[in-house]
Structures are given as C-alpha cells and as structure tokens.
C-alpha cells in the first residue's frame, strides 16, 4: 500500500501548473456517449478517476486512447448501455453515463451509487428528473434501468441546485422533444464548460452559467473538441498550501472561478497578486482567523472545506466553518487532530481553536479533499507525517507529490 511522507516545516517557494479540472472532464467524457463519431479532449489531468472513466467508457463500446493530457474517445460503436456496479461503487460521477446513454439508446442500466464517507448522498434528483421527461425507472438487483421510447421535453424544478442532476438531466434532455426548462439547476463552471461542449455538438441550450437552463430538443448530435478548464479546487488546495507557509505562484488558473477563495484568502492576511491566469501568495506572520461557510457556486466550495479547516487549525484565534453542501462531510477532523489540531464539531459546522504548531504523526486519507487538507497541515506541521491511503488523493490530484516538490517540501510516495 503506498503512502505519502512528508517532512514538514520547510517553506514553500516557487511556480506550479494547475490541471484540467476533474470535475469538468468526467461529465464531457460522458457527454460524449449522446452520439457516434470522434472527439478529443485537450488539458485532461491523468487521475485515477478519469481512468475509471475512460474503464467505463471502454466498457460501454467507445474506444478510448491517452495521451500527454490528450484523449480521443471514438463513441461509433457504442452498443452496451450499463454502468457496472464495480466501477459506479469506485466512483459515484459513473452515474453520468445515465443521462447520454439514455438519449442515445432509449434504454439504460447503471448500478446505483450507495453510500459515501460524505453521508447519504441520493441521487433522486437525476432519477425524478428523468421520470419528468417521460423514462420508466426500475430498481433491480441495486440496479437502475431506465427506459423510455421517446423522451419528452419538461420543467424540472430542483430543491437544491445539484451539480450531477443539473448536468445528467442537461444530457437527457439535449435530444429530447421539445423543451426542457431546469430551474434552480448549478451554475458551477463545470456544469458551464458541459453546456459549452453540449453546444459545440449541436445542442439548443440557453441560460448559460445561470440557474434556469432551457434545453431546446434537437434532431442529432455531432461530435466536438474541447479544451478543459483549469481545476480550481486544486488551485485552491495550492493557494491555501501557499497561504500556510510560504510565497507560490499558482499558473494556469482562471481567477474568476475562484474569486471567493481569494477574497477569504485575503481576509486571513495573505498577499495576493491576481494577474490573467496566474495567482501568487504569500503568507502572513500570523494566520488572522475567518470563519467560512460553503456554498454552491459562486460560494466557496465544499470541495475546499477541509483545506480551509487545516488552514484555520494554524491560525492566531477561534473560527467556525459550516458545510452547507454536504452536512456530514467532516472525516478530516479526527485526523487534523492526530496532528495537534484543536476542532469540535456539532453537526455541519466545526469549531476551530487555532493552534501554534501542528506536529507530524500517521494519518489516513478519507477521501479525496480530506487528503489534501492532511497534505497542507503536514506540510505547514513539524516533524515527519505519514499519509496513508493516498489512492483516494490519486482520484482528484494529478501528480501531487511532484508538484509539491517542486516547491520546495520534502515530500515522497513510498510503496
Ligand atoms: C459534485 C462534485 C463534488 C462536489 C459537489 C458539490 C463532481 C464529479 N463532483 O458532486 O466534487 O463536492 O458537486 O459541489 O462534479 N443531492 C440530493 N439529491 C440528488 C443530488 C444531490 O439530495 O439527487 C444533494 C446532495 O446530497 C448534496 C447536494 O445535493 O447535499 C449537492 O450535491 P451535488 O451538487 O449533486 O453533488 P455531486 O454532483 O454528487
């Protein structure tokens, strides 16, 4: 089993490139089911979980091919519409075969997702979605088999602006007859690059980055290209690596997405210079305390709570961060503690008491985030820490312990 060691304390310094954004990539991978033909993908981070999807999409019928960040995807012989358990368990976004598939073909199994370290996570909003546009829905053997001759164009009100319904329910209904209207639907820059990649095949969509989006059905699809948007939940992860402990340039970003995080940022005392696709940090002599509250897009991300909580763990006094997103999605805090950090949690909010010193110990990654935000603290900790289950740092973070290095951290994967 491999693990990450790190020797903490040294001061981080230096340039790093952010990847193509996961988030981003995995909904167009499946986006690219709707229709047959060739497409290719530029700025692709190699992750354990584009490989799962690239797995997936192998399974279905598509032939994949990966190279440098690129990867050609040719969907012509697409002709077995099931997502399999073993793969959908390993990653939930599987489940945004459902949408495109379904288009395509009329029918659709995926193996629903179960649980997840983040709480219930229900994925009833794709299925009702998919109900309103006319799909029969069955529940066998933990499988979901969707079926529908002809889906038909609705109004689907969301309770919460969900980023996998937003975007399945946008791929359902691309080819559906008539028009679709998505209320209250995510606007998160993922679910933006998807409409854009949607569009580029032919799709009728309005509303773009807002949260109404009208879905025009049309006739056919044709194949697309597209560049990915740089990640800004790993730019985030750097800056705040950044505003722990030393003076980084984050390059290849797009500041507007993460304008809520600098902001935050700012607030704690950092230095930052914003330029066109580059963010640079520095820390402050002391850490001041900010509270945070996630939010969907434009909020500050969940995706960046834990990173925020290690960051707050060294910080000059109290802070309370809440998670409105995900209200159980905490698995971190137990293990910022082996560390020296003092948190209590009450439901979806934690309670930070800054400490002056975190110092290294064993801990386990818990998720992908979760990960991370050991990755920070360990690095800003004295003495060696030792991270293992770093597999789930590999679903979400191309090469981190490289780019890390590059910056100066004594940090190494040992097998
Ligand atoms: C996506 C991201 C994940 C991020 C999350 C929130 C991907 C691959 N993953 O996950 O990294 O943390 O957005 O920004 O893009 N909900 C329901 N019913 C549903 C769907 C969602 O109740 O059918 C609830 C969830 O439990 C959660 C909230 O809605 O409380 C938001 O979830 P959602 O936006 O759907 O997250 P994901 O798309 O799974």
Not at 209 to 216: A, F, K, R, S
């Amino acid at each position: 089993m491999e693990k990450i060691i790190i020797k903490g304390g040294k001061e981080l310094s230096g340039e790093v490139v952010i990847s193509g954004a996961k988030n981003a990539v995995l909904p167009i991978m499946a986006a690219t089911l709707l229709c047959p033909g060739k497409f290719s993908i530029s700025n692709v981070p190699d992750l354990k979980d584009t490989r799962t999807m690239m797995k997936l999409l192998d399974i279905v019928g598509s032939e994949t091919s990966f190279k440098n960040n690129s990867l050609d995807i040719d969907s012509s012989n697409v002709n077995n519409p099931e997502a399999p358990y073993d793969l959908v368990k390993t990653m939930r976004a599987s489940f945004y075969v459902l949408g495109p598939l379904i288009s395509r073909f009329g029918r659709v199994q995926v193996s629903l997702p179960g649980g997840c370290a983040w709480g219930p996570r229900p994925v009833d909003y794709h299925l009702k979605g998919l109900e309103k546009l006319g799909a029969k829905l069955d529940l066998k053997n933990g499988n979901i088999l969707a079926v529908a001759d002809e889906l038909i164009g609705a109004d689907i009100h969301f309770e919460f602006p969900s980023v996998g319904a937003t975007g399945n329910l946008a791929m359902a209904a691309v080819c559906a007859k008539g028009t679709t209207r998505l209320y209250n639907c995510a606007k998160e820059p993922e679910i933006t690059q998807l409409c854009e990649f949607l569009i580029k095949m032919g799709a009728n969509i309005e509303g773009v980055g807002t949260d109404m989006l009208t879905i025009i059905g049309v006739a056919d699809l044709h194949p697309a290209n597209i560049r990915i948007i740089p990640d800004r939940v790993e730019a985030g992860t750097f800056l705040m690596a950044g505003a722990l402990n030393g003076t980084i340039k984050v390059n290849n970003v797009i500041p507007g997405h993460l304008k809520r995080v600098t902001n935050k940022l700012k607030d704690t005392g950092c230095t930052l210079q914003i330029d066109k696709d580059s963010i640079s940090i520095s820390s402050p002599s002391s850490i001041k305390s900010v509270d945070m509250t996630t939010a969907v897009y434009p909020g500050f991300p969940t995706d960046l709570q834990a990173q925020w909580v290690a960051l707050m763990s060294l910080s000059e006094s109290s802070s309370i961060v809440t998670d409105t997103v995900y209200h159980d999605r905490f698995s971190h805090i137990p293990e910022l503690s082996r560390l020296g950090a003092n948190i209590k949690v009450d439901k979806n909010t934690a309670f930070i008491r800054g400490v002056k010193q975190l110092v290294g110990a064993p801990v386990m990654s818990t998720d992908i985030r979760a990960s991370a935000s050991l990755i920070i603290a360990a690095l800003a900790a004295s003495g060696k820490t030792e991270i293992s289950r770093v597999y789930h740092i590999d679903r979400g973070y191309e090469k981190i312990e490289k780019k890390f290095l590059g910056l100066g951290a004594e940090i190494i994967r040992q097998s």
